[in-house]
């Protein structure tokens, strides 16, 4: 994948493979090209070279909701939930208009419950979405990406601003995700402890470059990527 804003090369001949089952990851600088590339994936940019493929089948062009509909689901880095609605009714559209376009709304309802019980909202279903924390609007955003019916589930820093306790507890989140629910995750993430801790395999992105893939012990050995990125040896 290449992708270009006027003479921004924001993505270079960036070249990828997620398999089914697993836990991948990418890294990289801000302004790498993380979150443009989730975007030319979901079908928020078309490419300026290469395609995309989902499922064996070219998705290259497709709009974001049909791929949705598909099965390939994002988060976004800045979460904007529906303020005014409820939690519930925030997960419950998911239900409505995503993968399954569900016609019966007391169904949707009852499935959208059973959502924010997994992520632990449940309690707070009938609060306003505006006045949730930081951390319960992550994961009203996770929960809003699992109604919609993901198999492939991008994750664009889920654990950005949360403290180490939360930190921890939405990794067993996303931990849970991949082995209960058997949903594919390919997520962008900061937090070198949760990569290290979750991920099966790592790609590195450098001014829009791919510059290295591997386990993640493997990426924090490789040189190339301490100094673009790490800035020191990780201990794993």
């Not at 940019?45 to 290259?60: E, L, W, Y």
């Not at 931990?175 to 937090?191: A, C, D, K, P, Y």
């Amino acid at each position: 994948i290449s992708k270009s804003f006027g003479g921004v090369q924001a993505l270079e001949l960036v070249e990828f493979t997620v398999e089914k089952g697993e836990i991948a990851g990418l890294i990289g600088a801000n302004g790498a090209g993380k979150t443009t590339l989730f975007s030319v994936i979901s079908g928020f940019h078309p490419p300026s070279f290469g395609k995309v493929r989902f499922k064996n089948q070219d998705i290259t062009g497709w709009k974001p909701h049909a791929i949705c509909r598909k099965g390939l689901v994002r988060t976004f880095q800045v979460v904007r939930p529906f303020p005014r609605m409820t939690v519930l009714r925030n997960v419950t559209i998911g239900k409505l208009y995503g993968r399954e376009r569900l016609k019966d709304e007391k169904r949707a309802e009852r499935e959208a419950h059973e959502i924010l019980e997994f992520v632990g909202l449940n309690h707070k279903a009938a609060y306003p979405a505006s006045g949730l924390t930081i951390a319960d609007r992550k994961r009203l955003e996770v929960a809003r990406s699992l109604a919609a019916g993901p198999e492939l589930l991008l994750l664009d820093e889920v654990l950005a601003g949360l403290t180490p306790a939360e930190t921890a507890e939405a990794m067993n989140l996303v931990r849970e995700i991949n082995q209960r629910l058997g949903i594919t995750i390919f997520m962008v993430e900061h937090v070198m402890k949760a990569v290290v801790g979750l991920c099966d395999r790592v790609m590195v992105l450098h001014y829009g470059c791919k510059i290295a893939e591997g386990t993640p012990r493997e990426i924090a050995a490789d040189p190339q990527v301490v100094e673009a990125y790490l800035g020191e040896d990780l201990e794993i």
